[in-house]
Each structure stands twice: as structure tokens, then as C-alpha cells.
């Protein structure tokens, strides 16, 4: 093998990862919807009770791999944690903030109940949609739903609000920008 060809070797090589890892590719995270209600993790029994429990230590936050919880940028919320879903979801077999929280404001729950507890419900936005608007052919909500709350009719979705649990996959994996079309309300 010649140098010349070690070195095209090489570069084809990286040029190849790169379009494999989608990095020759811009991709931007969803923007950040306002809520009214904030999101609190399952087994915090809703955001008074969470409110009330939670000392603000940002443990949970330091904790979360999916980095869905964050500090709450509201100043009448301040210090406490709240749930977003611009940079991951929330799984339900991630335990973690309720793992290290130490007065017990996030309690401990098994995944089958995460997966019947709900923390929010699902909003879909029709003028944001790009299966609706643009007549194209989207899947991603409906593939990515851990509890089949959602399916498509006709190349739109339909969301059953009994099933949703607010865990904002469909939120997060949503390719409409700048905001997604299937948002996540808090309760």
C-alpha cells in the first residue's frame, strides 16, 4: 500500500463516519414550547406536591441522562427542577432522579408504573405539522410513542390522551423546527 493510498484510505474513511454519525448534517434541537403548567417527573405527584417536598438541591438534574430535567427559568418557580424535552425524553426505565433524591420529592416507581403514570398530555399543533402542511410523510411521533398513544389517520396524527403519559418522546423526536408539532402540557 502506497502512502497516497493510506492517506485516500483515511479520508474516505472519515467522510464516511461522518455522514454515518449524521455530523455532515445540521441538525438542531426543538425549540422550547411555553408551558403553563410546569412538568415534574413521575412520582413527584404533581408539581403543588412537588413544590412542596422538593429543597431545590438539583440532584435529580445532575443526574438525569437524558438532561430532561433542568432548573426552572421562571423566577417564581426558582430553585425548583422542571421537565423539558428539548434535549432527550423521559424514559421509563430511567430511575435516576428518584435514585438520588434525598427528601423523597421524586418517589420510586417501577417502570410499569412510570409507563401508567401520567406526567402531562400530548398537544398536536396542525399549522406547525409537517405531515399536515407539507403533505409529507412522517412517522416519527407514532414510531417513538412508548405507550402507543398515538397512531396516524390518513398521514396525520391522533392522539389518545388516556394512554399518553407526557413522557415527551414525541416532543423531542418531532423534526418540525422551530418548534415541534406534538408538544407536552403539564397537568
Partial sequence: MTRRDFLGGGVAL?????FA???????TNPGVPERSVPIVPAGAGGFSVFRSKCIG???CVKACPERVLRLSDRLERFPLPEMGFEHGYCRPACTRCADVCPVDAIGKM??????????GRAVWH???CIAAKENVRCTACERHCPVKAITLVEGVPVLDSAKCI?????ENLCPARPLPAIT???I
Avoid at 472519515?14 to 461522518?18: G, N, T
Avoid at 454519525?21 to 441538525?27: L, Q, T
Wanted: aromatic share 0%; with cysteine.
Fill in 14 to 18: 472519515a467522510a464516511a463516519q461522518a
Fill in 21 to 27: 454519525n449524521g455530523d455532515g448534517v445540521p441538525v
Fill in 57 to 59: 438541591c438539583q440532584l
Fill in 110 to 119: 417501577s417502570e410499569e408504573e412510570r409507563l401508567r403514570t401520567q406526567i
Fill in 126 to 128: 396542525k399549522d406547525r
Fill in 166 to 170: 407526557g413522557c415527551g418522546a414525541c
Fill in 184 to 186: 407536552i402540557d403539564g
